[in-house]
């Protein structure tokens, strides 16, 4: 099993920035790849973001492209969500998940998840 602690969340005004942080343990050589999702009030989770270990890959929802980065170290097990120029439109939880990427998947072929950490936006 591979534990996802996620920290960072918070509230912003429209425009602002924050950055969501994320560290796995438990059996993280299982993990290839870790991302981020995102589930709004009265909708269902979304992909935002994914890093893959092999080759530093990223890749990104329309939606946040261009205004959210995602970084990670495998050697620490960590991967962060640097989010600019948010939007109201953004508020959600935020869920850190680990496991493969495979966009033709289920779940983006991600196995873990974090507990999530709320993000709100303000107008």
């Known amino acids: 099993q591979v534990q996802l602690a996620e920290s960072g969340g918070g509230l912003v005004q429209a425009g602002g920035s924050l950055r969501l942080s994320c560290a796995a343990s438990?059996?993280?050589?299982?993990?290839?790849?870790m991302g981020w999702f995102r589930q709004a009030p009265g909708k269902e989770r979304e992909f935002v973001a994914a890093?893959?270990?092999?080759?530093?890959?990223?890749y990104y929802a329309d939606s946040v492209k261009g205004r959210f980065t995602i970084s990670g170290d495998n050697a620490k097990n960590t991967v962060n969500l640097q989010m600019n120029s948010l939007k109201p439109e953004d508020t959600a939880v935020y869920y850190c998940?680990?496991?493969?990427?495979?966009?033709?998947?289920?779940?983006?072929?991600?196995?873990?998840w974090g507990k999530g950490t709320l993000v709100t936006v303000s107008s």
């Open positions: 890093i893959t270990w092999s080759g530093g890959s990223s």
């Open positions: 438990g059996r993280t050589f299982s993990m290839h790849a």
């Open positions: 998940a680990a496991g493969d990427y495979g966009p033709g998947y289920l779940n983006y072929g991600m196995e873990y």
